[in-house]
């Protein structure tokens, strides 16, 4: 069984940073991609920024520059700096991770950015 664990998230308000952590546990022999997806009110769940085990790393147009995805794979965690908040930046956001070849999801943790 492998689980993620998020942590971090909150209310801020514009211009502000937040991170958020993600914490895989379990029957992990290996990490590939892992990465960050949000879900905002009314909306489908997208794409915020994935890293490869080797560092590589591919964000949406809209958080370019602002937030920054890394990871430690000794630890087997990934982390999403999110600088210079936006409202519209509120969303659930969702970690997830390739481990053992299968996809698995956070739970998600509310990130809310007030104007």
């Known amino acids: 069984q492998v689980q993620l664990v998020e942590s971090g998230g909150g209310l801020v308000q514009a211009g502000g940073s937040l991170s958020l952590s993600c914490a895989a546990s379990?029957?992990?022999?290996?990490?590939?991609?892992m990465g960050w997806y949000r879900q905002a009110p009314g909306k489908q769940r997208e794409l915020v920024a994935t890293i490869t085990r080797g560092g590589t790393t591919n964000y949406a147009d809209s958080v370019g520059g602002r937030f920054t995805i890394s990871r430690d794979n000794a630890k087997n965690t990934v982390y999403l700096q999110m600088n210079s908040l936006k409202p519209e930046d509120t969303a659930v956001y969702y970690c997830y991770a390739v481990v053992n070849f299968n996809a698995y999801w956070g739970q998600g943790t509310q990130v809310t950015v007030s104007s």
């Open positions: 379990g029957s992990i022999f290996s990490i590939n991609a």
